[in-house]
């Protein structure tokens, strides 16, 4: 039987003009796994999620999210997207923002305000649901960004840097919950260039250059490269990848 | 299409806005600014030109009366004292002086024998040309100098009725079909109007749009449900709403300040400006596609304002344009919407009589709401 995942794509290839961003990516992602992307900027990250999410066509190549081949729009009520800017009307309240999203997924006022609660409760900002985002600091609004792509639970996030900015105390509860999450059955992708963090992930695909040059566990990363951790790794790998 | 998406989008900018107190401002007090500068200085009417009249006319002693009588000085008495403010000198060198030093706009000469002259042409008709009224000029500024000619022009014309010597030809011009009684602001405020939403409108959502993009809203909203035409649909909503706001705050100073005249029927006017508050913002969102960023946004502005300023018959009508020019007001839809708006206040033309207007307009925001909805769409590159 053929084994259904959340994401699949065959050689995924983006150009602008004559810069390939992204080059023939292929990944499977299981369903209910978190997994990382991980590489320096300009990598192909963004790129290859902003395709997933139906942002950008592919220049060739094709993605797959529940087995519907993207751009569909039928499969947007299932996924969230949180973009690396904070993506938030500054002018308007956290609770504002927040109800904004929950009325574009089509939900009852009475599940918003359910949902908003919870979230607001997550991000550790209820004290400031009335206050305009204008006022809140960047990482308070980064969490705001969070809680804005999680509003109508969505069964596949796509995370960009949604750790970036965030202080260390605020970084493990987010993984705690992203592990929570993962526990509901909740697909998560998510992109960093933080090499320690990508440890919490099950699966993690390194990028260099639009390319992919290795999949798997951060274990079997390391493994692989006779290396302790994943920064080693990724330099291991690099520098295999100039050669050839 | 979900209409439901779309209000949310529009509630979203009517609740950014009670947070923007300066937008707010820059909605409603600049076009309430723009009609007391524009309407108070283009008024149209010129006042207070000083001149100065050199009169070396005599007077006719007529044998009944007790004392000369001066033509020259009906006339001058005549004058229209709003228009001209009157000096004397004796010698036409000492004027021409006056306005070589910017202390006159014009000389009035009324030679010697001035009167006597018109009464021997009266008397005897056959005689060749009576007199002449020399008016020597500073036509540096046409409006002034235009302004001096026809009070002069004038104040001839009712001495000579005075006198009982009406000419056998008058052109009378107060029975107007339409506009009677109709001053600068009448003509004007409908231009303003129609200049105020559409610059606004395109100018506000130029900006907003570019942070939409730069601030990766857009983005984020792309990834949802919801879709480009409900997007532009929200913000149209939103901004007819402002444009007709825009319109009654700009109405009732119209009425309450400048007394202007409204004919016909107001809410007509009203769907005018909105259709052209659709086209406007629909451009806005064209243009927000060009623009990486706000200050990219910024260069635009010129090419909104000018043509439209210059073109769109707000100042002076369309028919002041040259002719090879005028293809360009037709090009522009704000000229639609001023004449519009013009015809219905002054003229009370009802739809049937706009409905060139209207169809214009109402093609003008099909075509610029689908680019902008396409251009939404072609931006997920």
């Known amino acids: 039987m053929k084994q259904s995942f959340a994401i699949e794509t065959k050689n995924l290839t983006k150009k602008f003009g004559a810069f390939t961003a992204l080059s023939d990516l292929n990944l499977k992602i299981e369903s209910g796994a978190i997994h990382g992307l991980l590489g320096p900027n300009g990598a192909g990250k963004t790129t290859a999620i902003k395709i997933l999410c139906g942002l950008l066509k592919p220049s060739s190549g094709e993605a797959y999210i529940f087995d519907k081949k993207v751009p569909d729009r039928s499969i947007l009520p299932q996924i969230g997207y949180m973009p690396q800017e904070t993506a938030l009307y500054l002018e308007l309240s956290v609770h504002h923002n927040l109800a904004l999203y929950g009325e574009l997924y089509g939900m009852p006022r009475s599940k918003i305000a359910e949902r908003e609660k919870e979230l607001l409760h997550f991000i550790a900002l209820e004290k400031w649901r009335n206050e305009p985002v204008s006022n809140l600091s960047g990482g308070m609004k980064h969490r705001v960004s969070l809680a804005c792509s999680m509003i109508h639970e969505p069964k596949l996030l796509f995370l960009d840097e949604p750790t970036v900015g965030v202080d260390p105390e605020l970084r493990a509860s987010f993984w705690e919950y992203f592990n929570e999450l993962k526990q509901k059955g909740i697909t998560i992708v998510l992109t960093t260039h933080y090499m320690d963090e990508a440890q919490h992930c099950d699966r993690i695909g390194l990028l260099r250059l639009g390319k992919l040059i290795a999949e798997g566990t951060p274990g079997e990363i390391t493994a692989q490269t006779n290396t302790t951790n994943l920064e080693d790794a990724f330099l291991a790998l690099s520098r295999q990848e100039a050669k050839a | ?381």
């Open chain 2, 1 to 381: 299409m979900n209409i439901r998406r779309a209000f949310s989008v529009t509630k979203r900018i009517f609740l950014g806005l009670r947070n923007d107190k300066r937008t707010i401002g820059l909605m409603f007090i600049a076009p309430i600014i723009a009609m007391f500068v524009f309407g108070l200085a283009f008024s149209g009417d010129v006042k207070n030109v000083n001149v100065v009249v050199v009169n070396q006319d005599e007077g006719y002693q007529i044998p009944s009366s007790p004392a000369p009588i001066s033509i020259s000085n009906r006339i001058i008495s005549n004058f229209d004292t709003s228009v001209l403010k009157v000096d004397y000198v004796d010698t036409e060198a000492e004027g021409v002086k006056r306005v070589q030093e910017g202390g006159a706009y014009g000389l009035i000469i009324f030679p010697a024998h001035f009167s006597s002259d018109i009464y021997a042409k009266l008397q005897n008709p056959s005689l060749p040309l009576g007199s002449t009224i020399q008016v020597r000029l500073d036509k540096s500024n046409v409006n002034v100098a235009n302004a001096i000619t026809k009070a002069v022009s004038d104040a001839l014309l009712k001495t000579i009725k005075d006198i009982g010597n009406a000419a056998p030809v008058t052109v009378d011009a107060d029975n107007a079909i339409y506009g009677k009684d109709a001053k600068f602001m009448d003509f004007f405020v409908p231009g303003i109007m129609a200049f105020v939403v559409f610059l606004l409108t395109t100018l506000l959502t130029l900006i907003s749009f570019v942070g939409e993009r730069t601030s990766g809203n857009l983005e984020r909203l792309q990834a949802t449900p919801l879709r480009a035409s409900e997007i532009v649909i929200g913000y149209a909503i939103a901004f007819s709403i402002i444009g007709m706001l825009q319109t009654a705050v700009l109405l009732t100073i119209g009425v309450l300040v400048f007394n202007i005249m409204i004919v016909g029927n107001i809410f007509l006017a009203f769907l005018v400006i909105a259709l052209l508050a659709i086209v406007s913002l629909s451009l806005g969102i064209l243009l927000s596609s060009l623009a990486k960023r706000e200050a990219q946004a910024i260069q635009f502005f010129p090419l909104i304002i000018l043509p439209t300023f210059l073109l769109a018959g707000i100042f002076w009508p369309v028919e002041a344009i040259p002719s090879w020019l005028r293809p360009l007001s037709y090009a522009i839809p704000p000229s639609y919407a001023v004449d519009a708006t013009r015809s219905v206040m002054l003229r009370g033309w009802g739809a049937g009589g706009i409905w060139v207007d209207l169809v214009a307009l109402f093609g003008f925001a099909v075509a610029f709401l689908a680019l902008a909805v396409w251009s939404l769409q072609r931006g997920r590159g």
